[in-house]
């Protein structure tokens, strides 16, 4: 099976500019996640979506990071404006069984976009 | 902040030998996965451990879920050169709605 799509790969900017993420979770994945990797760290969920529904944006800064799955499929996140502070890997991942349960299905995740703000 | 712990945050092993690498959780998880990720890669799941006391094994890895279901152990035997990476442990925190939250990894650097 195809695995997830992420785009771009890198991307750099400087800061109070804005950027948007693409990715394409695999196919019949019901759940998708963004996920923040600081260099060093664990990933840090951002948001996750059941389907086009938010399930959990709890540690999404709202006032900067916005993120849509419209047509429950492909998802952007977009980040307006950027900070220093926001360079960091973005993961994609997505999961075949609702992620909401105690049973929680394996992560398949993207390559990434690796940010750079400056 | 985290409630998922790992140490040691780095394991430098020289190539031929076993190492073991230790996952807290502060509370109970129901399950827990460990994940894989090369330099410059992404993660990669290798397990899953559901059941208290619980053990897996993939080829030269060993895979433990603790009697109390509240931390967990990697043990790599006669490490390699391809074990090289960060080792992630996750798992489902209650308190953050079932999130799946990961540790901060331990970073295997193998000498040869």
């Known amino acids: 099976e195809a695995g997830v799509a992420q785009s771009p790969r890198y991307k750099i900017i400087e800061k109070r500019q804005s950027v948007a993420f693409w990715c394409n979770p695999i196919?019949?994945?019901?759940?998708l996640y963004w996920y923040q990797q600081i260099l060093g760290q664990g990933p840090k969920l951002l948001i996750q979506f059941q389907n086009n529904g938010v399930v959990d944006d709890s540690q999404l800064p709202k006032d900067r990071f916005s993120a849509e799955r419209l047509k429950g499929v492909d998802s952007t996140l977009k980040i307006q404006p950027a900070k220093l502070e926001d360079s960091a890997v973005y993961l994609c991942?997505?999961?075949?069984?609702?992620?909401?349960?105690?049973?929680?299905?394996?992560?398949?995740f993207g390559n990434g976009t690796r940010l750079t703000v400056t | 902040g985290q409630q998922v712990m790992q140490i040691p945050q780095y394991q430098h092993v020289q190539e031929g030998e076993d190492f073991t690498t230790y996952c807290n959780s502060s509370?109970?998880?129901?399950?827990i996965q460990w994940y894989k990720q090369r330099p410059g890669g992404h993660p990669v799941f290798l397990i899953q451990l559901v059941k208290s006391g619980e053990v897996k094994k993939q080829k030269r890895l060993t895979f433990q879920f603790g009697e109390a279901k509240k931390n967990s152990s990697l043990h790599i035997t006669a490490t390699q050169t391809t074990d090289v990476g960060t080792y992630f442990c996750a798992g489902p925190i209650k308190a953050a709605g079932n999130k799946l939250t990961f540790g901060g990894g331990t970073r295997v650097l193998v000498k040869p």
């Open positions: 991942a997505s999961s075949l069984i609702d992620a909401t349960s105690s049973y929680n299905s394996p992560l398949h």
């Open positions: 196919s019949g994945h019901a759940t």
């Open positions: 509370t109970t998880l129901s399950n």
